[in-house]
């Protein structure tokens, strides 16, 4: 069952620099329903030329593995094939490069110390940042019930040991998922 879905303002950035980064996590609950009466999900596909939509096959397979991991644990199941599903799991990202700006002594292009004249300024570093967005929503009534947003600076490339990063921050948001009992 593939279901349409159009979040305009939702996002995904998958990756970046620097290894002990911590994730930027956001959840929120969304129209304050009770999500844990919801028992089956299914995900949603948004339209491959929106902005934001994860268009790589790879890469969105392998997020919606993430999700319904996270999903299972707190005991929803994913709908079985050709039953319908009661939320809709929206996912969307993107991958930007960044450039991080760092003062290096003294602002200004010399600095002057005990009569000698030595070099000030800035140094640079170049890295990507990736942001996913998770949207959980009510098919029976299109409303948002939860969401959460991943931003993860990450190494170049889709190493495995971004895909723990971004593994671990999913994780993370989801804690604060309701789970069912």
């Known amino acids: 069952m ?12 998958l990756l970046s620099a620097y290894a002990g980064a911590p994730p930027a996590v956001a959840a929120t609950p969304g ?4 999500i844990v009466k919801y028992r089956t999900f299914a995900f949603v596909k ?3 030329q929106q902005e934001g939509v994860v268009a790589d ?11 319904t991991t996270q999903l299972m644990n707190k005991g929803y ?6 039953q ?8 969307a990202g993107k991958v930007m490069d960044k450039q991080q700006v760092f003062l290096v002594d003294n602002p200004t292009p010399y600095e002057y110390y ?8 800035y140094d640079t570093a170049q890295y990507r940042e990736g ?7 009510d098919l029976g009534q299109p409303r948002l019930l939860w969401n959460t947003r991943i931003e993860q600076e990450l190494s170049a490339g889709y190493s495995e040991e971004n895909w723990k990063k971004v593994e671990r921050a999913m994780a993370a948001a989801f804690k604060s998922l309701p789970a069912r009992q």
């Not at 199941?77 to 050709?82: R, T």
């Not at 319908?84 to 996912?91: D, F, H, P, R, Y």
């Not at 005990?114 to 300024?121: F, K, M, N, P, Y």
């Open 46 to 48: 948004g339209d491959p």
């Open 57 to 67: 096959r790879q890469v969105r397979h392998r997020l919606e593995r993430m999700i």
């Open 31 to 34: 129209s304050g329903t009770d």
């Open 2 to 13: 593939t279901t349409k879905f159009n979040f305009g303002g939702a996002l995904l950035v």
């Open 131 to 137: 942001t996913v967005q998770v949207d959980i929503i």
């Open 114 to 121: 005990r009569g000698r004249i030595e070099a000030g300024g």
């Open 84 to 91: 319908k599903a009661e939320l809709g799991v929206n996912m």
């Open 77 to 82: 199941a994913p709908a079985a094939p050709g």
